[in-house]
């Protein structure tokens, strides 16, 4: 989890610094590189890291989503509720 703080001074950073995306710690900075479609890279080094590892980041996504359905479904077998 990341605090509100730090997203509030990553945002406010990167609108002052002009930048087209803007992301917190590693997942956050997957996330952007995976969703990152029709938008622009904003660097050339950026352009090249989401075109070379696109695929990686995808698999990764696929384990994330799964470790996240696996603990939905054990929670709801239970009869807990997610808080």
Known sequence: MVS???VAVATLSGIQAGACSMS???DGWMLAQLTSGMGPAGTLANAAVQVLT???WR???????QFWHAGVIAVHDKGETLH
């Open 4 to 6: 509100p703080e730090a």
């Open 24 to 26: 917190v710690g590693f």
């Open 54 to 56: 696109m695929g990686l």
């Open 59 to 65: 698999a990764i996504a696929l384990c994330y989503v």
